[in-house]
């Protein structure tokens, strides 16, 4: 039975020569996913669409019709992506037992590639938080290692690639959401640039910085899926096709000899895991030998990136829950006995602890009073970042650093929210500035935990470090 660790293309080579068939792939990822249960990673499994769908690509097959780019891929989404008449829940009791009304623009360009879409996934309540320990329906567990975290907020997607529980997952990346899971749990994770794919059908946590990408197995799956989800989209007027096809140009994509520059402010950090820095060095002196210019580079901001990043953050979750009022839909409050009070108990007992923490600090950092302190200062913040960046990116063609600052952590250990929000260290960069990031496995600590390497690109700059990343991953 081929199911994970393989390469789509690998598995549509063996569905096209007759040796299986996607009912066979799919009831193979059921029977696993119910053997796996205790890893806590499906909130459902869509059984009866996945089989249909697989029935549907088979009689193509059969047929001689054309298959699509994803055809017999098993695909996973994280419970804040819609799916037409199928329940979401972003992981939160107040939109427990809500079905979506439409579908979002990734999953029908999935669909319309053939993708089977088997499942939900468990992730961190409205996408808030690094270790999967907010959700409203219990922790993720982290396959290597069943005492640990699979990180957050897409932790459930993580978890189902790396256990073998689909071919590939969709995640939302707001500060690292797709990259730290992806780290904590050896698989790859990409955050494509902010607007190359559609956002339309995602519940928001942060508009301005929300953006949906794939963990996979490989940088070859990742850039697959990519390619069908990219793209402009006339219900997002965020997302752009900055080139012909969604993709930027191939400039550079064949050329052999790059420059990158790493980060010495990340490198010498001192919460960075001393087994992480040492296997950085290491990739570092490879890429110098292989003829790659590999240069440090300051970058005086890191301390600035966290507090900026939770300040604009809140403020535009305070603003986009704000739909969530126990009125028009999800839950309400069976205490309520008139207007105020509805509003007031449905968010208070709907939402969890993590969430009414965010909303409370986005509310106060755009009080009025205090708007001029933390929000404009923020902004101003995240434009000097995103100029910085942007100069280094000039000279260089690539930035490298960890993913994380160490390997998965055991379930209760953070339990200081500054010290949980400082596990985003190394992401939360490219959100702020925009630009695409992915983490690659890269290495394991002596207990044999997996632990990511990130890079990230120019803007719009992702086929390129894609093709890079794939260099890398292999050598």
Known sequence: MHMAHTVISEIQKDLLSGNTSCRKIVEGFLKRIEEKKSLNAFLEVFTESALKKADEIDAKIKSSSPLGRLGGAVIAIKDNICYKDHKLSASSKILEGFTSLYSSTVVERLLQEDAIIIGR?????????????????????????????????????????????????????????????????????MKPTYG?????????????????????????????????????????????????????????????????????????????????KKRLEEII?????????????????????????????????????????????????????DLE??????????????VKRRIMLGTFVLSSGYYDAYYSQGQKVRRVLRDKTNNILEKYDFILSPTTPGTAFKHGDVKDPIQMYLEDIFTVLANLTGLPAISLPLGKDSKSLPFGIQLMGKKFGDKEMLAFAKKLAKA
């Open 121 to 189: 996934t468990n992730c961190d309540e409205f996408a808030m938080g690094s270790s999967n320990e907010n959700s409203a329906f219990g922790n993720v567990l982290n396959p290597h290692d069943t005492t640990r975290v699979p990180g957050g907020s897409s932790g459930g997607s993580a978890t189902a690639v790396a256990a073998n529980l689909c071919h590939a997952a969709l995640g939302s990346d707001t500060g690292g959401s797709i990259r730290q899971p992806a780290s904590f749990c050896g698989v790859v994770g």
């Open 196 to 276: 190359s794919v559609s956002r339309w059908g995602l519940i928001a946590y942060a508009s301005s910085f929300d953006q949906i990408g794939p963990l996979t197995n490989t940088v070859e799956d990742a850039e697959l899926i990519l390619d069908v989800i990219a793209g402009a989209d006339e219900y997002d007027n965020t997302c752009t096709s900055p080139r012909p096809n969604g993709h930027p140009s191939p400039a550079g994509e064949g050329k052999g000899v790059r420059s990158i520059a790493y980060l010495k402010d990340c490198i010498d950090h001192p919460g960075l895991n001393p087994e992480i």
């Open 285 to 337: 002196a490879e890429l110098k030998k292989q003829g790659h210019t590999v240069e440090p580079v300051d970058f005086p901001y890191l301390d600035y990136l966290v507090p900026a990043y939770y300040v604009l953050t809140t403020a535009e979750a305070s603003s986009n829950l704000a739909r969530f009022d126990g009125i028009r839909y999800g839950y309400q409050s069976k205490n309520a006995t």
């Open 341 to 354: 009070s509805t509003y007031r108990k449905s968010r208070s007992e709907g939402f969890g602890t993590e």
